[in-house]
């Protein structure tokens, strides 16, 4: 997959291209279901497969205050395209000069000028051009102007439930993270370097890896989770308190996890931590003795739980 981080530096293509557009947050199970219909295509018509997305979330632009939180970074986007053997990715700026663009001229300027296209492949709800007045009825109308098949695909639903990536932050930041994950195809993860705590987990037996988190992640509603840590490409069980620490008084979110079974120096780490399971919520104990117990029952359950899940 050639990865393209701005298509104004004179980036096109002569060649026959399938593209898919969108916003693509988390490429859940419905956006892969859609990158499914581009690579079919490429497939049946000898054509390049290409999506072409965004740097940043839109809203991130037009309404900052109300943007909504991400469920997956920049470099995760990347990497999760990659697995899906398309040929070209297309990350764009999405800037004022963009967001004033209407619809039309956001087809041709940016797209048909640059780009030999046969197929355009969106979703049911897709939306573009300034302020979003452009969706699938004029883009099948400027179809027959700029000679491009257009392909709608239609929602993905499961129990009832369209899924969408409004969907699953909220499901995330309910701590429904098993759902979540089913909905993304993946489990849920945040990624980030590991830095210096308070040293209380080992002092009480229980050292733990502090994460330093990119606060734009949605995060999981507070409490204990199951989880699976990767360390140099190799994965851990480990046990994450989601919260403020309210035994100790704390103030601000901290993301912290015992992993078990490994006592390596993680300072200065990247790692990903991903979300397997909700154990319980975040508790604030009377004393540093019932914390301590808690957290070896909170161990025994982790380990009764992966000695079934293995």
């Known amino acids: 997959m050639q990865v393209v981080f701005n298509i104004d530096k004179q980036h096109s293509l002569d060649d026959p291209i399938a593209i898919a557009l969108g916003t693509f947050d ?7 279901m859609l990158i499914q219909q581009l690579i079919y295509i490429q497939k049946t018509f000898g054509c390049h497969s290409l999506v072409y997305t965004f740097l940043n979330n839109p809203m991130e632009l037009l309404n900052p205050k109300n943007a909504p939180s ?12 990659n697995r899906l053997d398309i040929d070209f990715l297309v990350l764009n700026p999405f ?9 039309q001229d956001f087809i041709e300027y940016m797209l048909i000028k640059k780009y030999n296209i046969k197929y355009i492949v969106v979703g049911y709800d897709f939306r573009f051009g300034y302020l979003g007045s452009g969706d699938t009825k004029l883009l099948e109308k400027l179809s027959e102007i700029y000679g491009y ?5 239609p929602p993905l639903s499961l129990g009832g439930e369209i899924i969408s990536s409004t969907l699953i932050r909220k499901l995330v930041r309910e701590g429904d993270v098993e759902k979540a994950s089913m909905y993304l195809g993946t489990p849920y993860s945040i ?8 040293g209380r987990g080992r002092r009480l037996g229980f050292p733990t890896a502090n994460l330093e988190f990119d606060t734009r992640k949605t ?3 507070s409490g204990i989770y199951l989880t699976k840590v990767m360390i140099d490409g190799v994965y851990h069980w480990g046990m994450t308190n989601v919260g403020s620490n309210p035994t100790f008084n704390n103030e601000g979110l901290f993301i912290e996890t015992y992993i078990l079974n490994y006592n390596n120096d993680l300072y200065g780490t990247r790692i990903k931590l991903e979300f397997i399971k909700r154990i319980r919520d975040e508790i604030k104990f009377s004393n540093i003795e019932d914390l301590k117990n808690q957290i070896t029952k909170d161990v025994q359950w982790a380990k009764n739980y992966i000695y079934k899940f293995q």
Not at 26 to 32: A, E, L, R, Y
Not at 70 to 81: A, D, Y
């Open 26 to 32: 988390g490429i859940h199970i419905g956006h892969q």
């Open 70 to 81: 991400r469920i997956i970074t920049l470099s995760e986007k990347i990497s999760k395209f």
């Open 95 to 103: 800037d004022r000069k963009l967001a004033s663009m209407s619809p």
């Open 149 to 153: 098949e257009l392909i709608v695909v």
């Open 191 to 198: 990624c980030g370097e590991i830095v210096h705590g308070f």
């Open 219 to 221: 995060i999981p509603k």
